[in-house]
């Protein structure tokens, strides 16, 4: 299974209301996510000081602290929270600044299922879409710091040759254009350009999309990250 996958997205669901608290709860709970309940905006700034959350599901008006005031303090600890907003009806104005603020939704009420359904998966495919990125930026990372370590190797006469390396400037016909099923992927960093960061990024998310839509499977995915990854230091060696 994919670690991003595997790895549960953690909803924090805050409402005053018992009823709509369940609901929202009822809407939302899936395979995949871990939700926790609070009734009121300070029992819900407890939760986030204690545990990581990726997701904020909010009531605006609540008794003591509302739910703008809870984003703030929340994006505080957890800057990347993403937050929706519930509100009642006549609080459209105050949505909005809470769009201004950080929230990355909001919904009103009285609202239907499927909006919380289709707003939470929303934010629950950019929280993993988020977390992929991260990894590919470690890895992407460690490649870059693999090549420096290649350059001062060179630099100093003891560089140690790797077979398959692409020392010899030629690369194999498979890797300059990787073809899924009829229709080929052209891989320009393995033209060159590989000492790009952002470059090699895109192409890295790239595979990721393709993933996504399923047009490679799991297995694919890695054997092309590799490969890419690989060709951060060959490309400069």
Do not use: C, W
């Amino acid at each position: 299974m994919d670690p991003v996958e595997a790895l549960p997205v953690k909803i924090l669901i805050v409402d005053d209301d018992d009823v709509y608290r369940d609901i929202l709860r009822d809407a939302i709970e899936d395979e995949g996510t871990d939700l926790s309940l609070a009734s009121t905006g300070e029992e819900a700034l407890e939760l986030i000081r204690a545990e990581p959350f990726d997701i904020l599901i909010t009531d605006l008006n609540m008794p003591g602290m509302d739910g703008l005031t809870l984003l703030r303090q929340a994006r505080r600890h957890l800057p990347n929270v993403l937050t929706i907003i519930i509100t009642g009806y006549g609080s459209l104005e105050s949505a909005v600044e809470a769009i201004r603020q950080g929230a990355y939704d909001y919904i009103q009420k009285p609202f239907r299922i499927d909006e919380v359904a289709v707003a939470t998966r929303n934010a629950i495919d950019k929280v993993r879409s988020m977390r992929e990125r991260a990894i590919l930026l470690a890895e992407l990372e460690k490649a870059y710091h693999r090549l420096r370590e290649l350059e001062s190797k060179r630099t100093t006469g003891t560089e140690d040759h790797e077979p398959g390396s692409g020392t010899s400037g030629e690369t194999p016909g498979y890797e300059r254009f990787l073809v899924m099923g009829r229709q080929p992927l052209p891989v320009e960093l393995l033209e060159g350009g590989l000492s790009r960061m952002g470059h090699v990024l895109s192409e890295l998310e790239r595979l990721k999309d393709l993933r996504r839509e399923k047009v490679i499977d799991e297995a694919e995915f890695e054997r092309l990250k590799k490969l890419v990854l690989r060709q951060v230091t060959a490309a400069e060696r």
